[in-house]
């Protein structure tokens, strides 16, 4: 029989895949509380028809869609955004409003896998529900740099690119674009930058509009609608406006925006966004049947470009060791040097581990100087040696090499002494 | 249209129910680094036969299983052994042994749900691999009960039920029970407690073994087995050993069990065990084809359960009651008194925010009554006013309602010290 192996597009997360996860979730978490947001969770399935409703039957080829055993259309969640939209709905009248709510878990797509794209990938979801107000666009723009900021990225890393599609609203409008129309013409708009200039003139053909008429627009754009200034007046109190770049190709791709829409896109690699959001007023309504009408808002923002984007930001690479000698690393090694001393050792490791700290020790005997190749590789900060000399055992603290022989009973303070004077300091918990 | 629903046997959850689930994921995150498990996570899909390999074709009707768009057969991880036992077999020479290893995430089974059963759930897993010493056993018993203690479970509300399928061994080999046999004997002494003994009986006949024997062997199994010597010295060196009940009944359902076994049982409530466990030598050559022999243990500790245990533990209670706080709770709420002066206020939750705290405002004019209302609701440590006697603002500590003035340069080192005497401290992170 042949070793099995991960389900094409899926991934394992050794211990050192799961320290850089646990860092990324650990930073997520952190600044979307320091921004007043609160956690919550959806379900990873919810009924295929939730994402029909939202996005189209299309939507169903992108989707790891089956039938359960009572022959139920179910789907391995693609987005939250549903979800969140079903959730707030049902629930609104227990919470102040607005919400402000993150969210931090697995999606997954049925997608060609490639470099950026895995079929289960981990997002961070900021959503603010129950206000319309730009404050709020601004607020969710302002926690997408301060996120990054947080990583390590710096302006010469990533760059917000910032719109409305209000803007094209107006400029369809005035070419008599029916309102049902536009979220097709904006879908050209969307894809304007990777598609060649003549397939982009056959495109916009129906709508009588030229590709010329489309960048004149655009080049003009930039600054003079209302939302930008308020925006602008905003995010330059909170000296975040050199982040920002007014950019009319951004519409999302997206049928349910309606207003703001940015996506955090990186400057050094040709990776595409690292987060995107908006505006989307009407989705409550949508997911909850006419029942609840909230205006709301949020961005999302995956593991994997992100991942890509980090590994080649020195800055967030420094973070990144210190999280994960923090996530891994032991305090105390336990040195068994005496067998018969080994239950000794024991009492002694379950007092220490009461204490809070971290200890390890060697299941079975072993030489001494393989007991301290163990401590050495989970980088511990102090051996213990139990030897022939008990009840008076060895504290080594393993920075400096120093050896100190106290009582067993002296054990606990001497070492927490020791290890508050350690160079990290201890990992107390 | 009418609102949509969760889907059978999945849960939402809000921010009341994360807080908890953040609250055990945190706790059986800390005790395990505290026994020096690093962590890793495995794919939510798994192949089918992943599945079938491990547990026979039965298993498929207990799997939320489906072929994908290209006819694989995958399905929704039931457990993550079968996962581990792939991954430490793909890689284990890149590590040192044992390796000592835990995981936290959602597992899914298509069960009927009710009380302590839902179709996706939660799982604590930690396991040691590459050692098959009973002191193995013994790390992993001694980790479940900290566990619990860490929870704030006491003796009073649970105990760890232990045996060796090695009793049971002697037991069937003395009846020229043959080994292929012998794991169908154990399913029918796994359910003797809830099953009728006339069912039993029934069951036993084709062993020609009668429940008279498998009682009378249980009565006197009790000790005698030199895996309960070696178990009772090390824990009892721990101070454990009064949490211990050998109990010849647990035999855990699954085949792949091969040496100690144990559940962790509630003692107060008609529950099913909070968490199992066992040693599982086998297993890693099985899911490797032969090509890696690794002994093997583990527990499972599942979050649903341990839930409805923990709503129960007044111990639990008052740490999850701190551990809610925490979680969303905010630091200062900055007061908008002076519309003028917005663009100020935002200044200053930006700096706030950078130097760690977490800050909310209102995002849009509103009476000063009901910022302050929000700022109870979301519990903050401290308001800062922002008025017309700006740069002057307005400190108020919400503990003792006193109230000072600063000039706003000084705004972030007074708040500092302020919410350092706070009762609390301040969850600068």
Same mark, same amino acid.
């Given at each position: ?16 895949? $799961? ?6 979730? *650990? ?21 295929? @028809? ?20 009572? *022959?139920?259309?179910? #789907? ?50 900021? =959503? ?11 607020? %969710? ?15 010469? @890393? ?7 599609? &209000? ?42 509009? #030229? ?12 600054? =003079? ?35 703001? +829409?940015? &996506? ?28 609840? *009408? ?38 105390? #090694?336990? $040195? ?56 008076? +055992? ?12 106290? *009582? $067993?009973?002296? %054990? ?18």
């Amino acid at each position: 029989m042949a070793a099995f192996k991960t389900v094409k597009g899926f991934r394992d997360f050794f211990p050192e895949d $799961i320290a850089l996860r646990n860092f990324i979730f *650990d930073t997520w978490r952190r600044v979307a509380r320091r921004y007043g947001f609160v956690e919550y969770e959806a379900p990873f399935v919810e009924s295929t @028809d939730l994402y029909r409703r939202k996005s189209g039957e299309e939507i169903v080829k992108q989707l790891f869609c089956f039938k359960d055993k009572a *022959d139920r259309e179910i #789907s391995l969640r693609p987005e939250v955004t549903p979800s969140l939209a079903r959730m707030a709905a049902a629930r609104q009248r227990d919470y102040r409003k607005p919400l402000k709510w993150f969210q931090i878990g697995s999606c997954f797509r049925y997608e060609e896998p490639q470099e950026g794209r895995t079929r289960e990938f981990i997002q961070f979801n900021a =959503d603010i529900l129950g206000d319309g107000s730009v404050a709020v666009d601004a607020e %969710l723009v302002a926690l997408s740099i301060d996120v990054m900021r947080e990583f390590g990225a710096t302006q010469e @890393d990533f760059v917000i690119r910032l719109s409305t599609r &209000e803007l094209w609203k107006g400029f369809l409008d005035q070419h008599n674009i029916a309102p049902e129309q536009q979220p097709a013409f904006l879908q050209i708009i969307d894809k304007i930058e990777r598609a060649r200039p003549d397939e982009t003139e056959t495109r916009l053909a129906p709508f009588g509009i #030229s590709l010329g008429e489309v960048r004149a627009f655009m080049d003009t754009a930039d600054s =003079d609608h209302p939302v930008f200034a308020e925006l602008k007046a905003n995010l330059t109190a909170r000296g975040l406006w050199d982040f920002i770049r007014i950019d009319a190709t951004i519409v999302r791709g997206l049928a349910y925006y309606t207003g703001t +829409v940015f &996506e955090v896109f990186d400057l050094k690699h040709d990776l595409r966004a690292v987060a995107g959001g908006g505006r989307y007023d009407q989705l409550c309504s949508v997911m909850s049947g006419g029942a609840v *009408d909230m205006p709301a808002a949020g961005f999302a923002m995956g593991d994997v470009v992100l991942g890509i984007l980090l590994s080649k930001t020195p800055g967030a690479q420094f973070k990144l060791i210190d999280s994960l000698a923090e996530q891994t690393r032991i305090d105390v #090694s336990v $040195i068994i040097a005496d067998e018969t001393k080994r239950l000794d050792a024991l009492a002694a490791v379950q007092t220490l581990r009461a204490a809070g700290l971290r200890v390890d020790y060697s299941f079975n005997a072993a030489k001494m100087n393989k007991q301290f190749q163990s401590a050495e590789a989970q980088k511990a900060r102090a051996a213990v040696i139990f030897g022939n000399e008990y009840p008076q +055992v060895a504290i080594k603290d393993l920075a400096n090499r120093q050896q100190t022989n106290v *009582d $067993i009973a002296e %054990l606990e303070t001497s070492l927490l002494a020791l290890l508050k004077t350690a160079a990290l300091g201890p990992l107390v918990a």
